[in-house]
């Protein structure tokens, strides 16, 4: 007897075998951990300082600036690494935007190595011109803004509702508040968390920095220097020359924090299954009540379109009182006598059919960010993915755009189709576009690092013109092709 076996299972079983090497290479980009043995150097990076909100229940809250600079602006003086600062890795396009400038700093951590009043660089002298700028930025309540493994280094607070320690990224420049004249910071204490993995690393799960202003500080040799006393703060003079020497502390000690959930103390997440639950409720509500009040509507609009049909059948001459109430039509009445003016086409529907096709646009693109953040594929670790994918989402979905806007258009008649397929990827991102472009124009007059650079306007325009524009083109062809049924 002859067996015929069918190749199906044999099929099913060689994608079984195949599926886990895949599943081994993939990873998401910020979110694979980084281990470090004992005494392994761990780098600190430096980022932009921005303007940022001074904890306290009687702090000023007030935004008094809105320009980010560069660590390594020449009027802050801030020690720099042997060689010159250098770029850390190819920045994305949304962290560039955003205007995040990652450099190296001359900071030297070493895994679990505790090291106390540490030279950074040689005696920095700042005369008036630097003094007032940096006097100034205190004042407008500028913020260092470091990393250290990907991680912010801010400062530690708690709620006061709970008694839960919390991380703000970042920590200010210095200190104007109850001072006759702003104090500089010039001295740093960083303390890091770690978490045992075994096998002999060990992972970063927690960084904060206390700053503190002392004006006795000098150096000795190297590597070390004199810290001084905290009690006597430094003041830059205005008026003259003022000598800044730069030290650290580093202090190291463990952590029973997980390296997955480091980022919760940053984030104030709780618990987690509260919010998917939280979430899920909502969504569930929502939709609930959604298709509950469609179908009441979807009703009565089939009522009232059928009793506008009816009333076409009769003559004028026949609509008596009597007659209408006989055959169960009733006069309009509240709302419903409007009922010519809302179905009126509008005066204007090639404008209207471009915003609403963008508008489509942007929904799409909003859904798919929120699903993929929901999921955990927009790490925070990876800083800049949430704007890059914002951007590639809006451009992927331009035949989306493209489409609504010719149905819409079509749907009222419209016959300038040519100028529709034109303005719908044109008019509303050439305005944010161009509204953009001013703005930057200003950062680039105050020399701030928010600026974005020419060639990342190239990128953003060739982006533009070469995935959006055809995409949507396309969705309004497939748009004016189809037939308009009403």
């Given at each position: 007897m002859r067996l015929s076996i069918s190749p199906l299972p044999y099929g099913i079983l060689s994608l079984l075998f195949l599926a886990p090497l895949p599943a081994t290479a993939f990873y998401l980009p910020g979110v694979v951990p980084t281990s470090y043995k004992e005494g392994a150097p761990v780098p600190l990076h430096v980022n932009?300082?921005?303007?940022?909100?001074?904890m306290g229940p009687d702090a000023d809250t007030q935004a008094h600036s809105a320009i980010s600079f560069g660590y390594y602006h020449p009027g802050f003086h801030f020690c720099k690494p042997e060689g010159g600062p250098k770029d850390v890795g190819p920045e994305s396009l949304g962290a560039v935007i955003f205007g995040d400038r990652i450099k190296t700093s001359p900071f030297e951590l070493f895994m679990m190595t505790n090291e106390t009043c540490k030279r950074l660089c040689d005696e920095q002298k700042l005369d008036t011109r630097p003094a007032t700028f940096i006097n100034r930025r205190i004042r407008e309540n500028y913020g260092h803004n470091w990393l250290v493994d990907g991680l912010p280094a801010g400062q530690p607070y708690r709620m006061s509702d709970n008694d839960r320690l919390y991380y703000s990224p970042g920590f200010p420049l210095g200190k104007h508040q109850d001072e006759p004249q702003p104090i500089l910071y010039n001295h740093f204490d960083l303390i890091i968390d770690y978490h045992d993995v075994g096998g002999g690393n060990y992972r970063v799960v927690g960084v904060w920095v206390d700053p503190s202003s002392r004006a006795g500080s000098r150096n000795l040799d190297e590597k070390t220097a004199d810290c001084g006393d905290e009690k006597a703060p430094l003041s830059l003079n205005e008026k003259g020359g003022t000598s800044v020497t730069w030290t650290y502390s580093v202090y190291w000690r463990p952590s029973p924090i997980a390296w997955a959930i480091?980022?919760?103390?940053?984030?104030?997440?709780?618990?987690?299954?509260?919010?998917?639950?939280?979430?899920?409720?909502?969504?569930?509500?929502?939709?609930?009540?959604?298709?509950?009040?469609?179908?009441?509507?979807?009703?009565?609009?089939?009522?009232d379109f059928a009793r506008y049909n009816r009333l076409e059948s009769f003559n004028l001459d026949d609509f008596s009182t009597s007659a209408v109430t006989e055959d169960g039509v009733q006069e309009d009445s509240g709302w419903k006598l409007v009922h010519g003016d809302v179905f009126r086409p509008p005066k204007n529907p090639l404008l209207l059919s471009i915003f609403l096709g963008n508008g489509a646009q942007l929904f799409f693109m909003t859904g798919i960010t929120t699903v993929f953040a929901l999921f955990g594929f927009l790490s925070p670790s990876n800083?800049?993915?949430?704007?890059?994918?914002?951007?590639?989402?809006?451009?992927?979905?331009?035949?989306?755009?493209?489409?609504?806007?010719?149905?819409?258009?079509?749907?009222?008649?419209?016959?300038?189709?040519?100028?529709?397929?034109?303005?719908?990827?044109?008019?509303?991102?050439?305005t944010v576009f161009g509204t953009f472009f001013l703005l930057n124009l200003f950062l680039w007059v105050q020399g701030s690092s928010g600026a974005v650079p020419f060639t990342t306007m190239l990128v953003l325009v060739s982006i533009w013109f070469l995935i959006s524009v055809p995409l949507s083109f396309g969705g309004s062809w497939l748009g004016f092709k189809q037939a308009v049924s009403l």
């Open positions: 932009r300082l921005t303007p940022m909100a001074p480091r980022w919760d103390a940053y984030l104030h997440v709780e618990d987690p299954k509260i919010h998917w639950f939280s979430l899920v409720y909502t969504t569930a509500i929502v939709v609930f009540l959604a298709a509950t009040v469609s179908a009441i509507l979807m009703r009565a609009l089939k009522r800083r800049g993915s949430l704007g890059t994918a914002m951007i590639m989402l809006y451009c992927v979905f331009a035949g989306i755009g493209g489409y609504v806007s010719a149905r819409v258009y079509k749907t009222f008649g419209g016959e300038n189709w040519k100028r529709n397929i034109a303005l719908t990827p044109v008019m509303v991102p050439a």
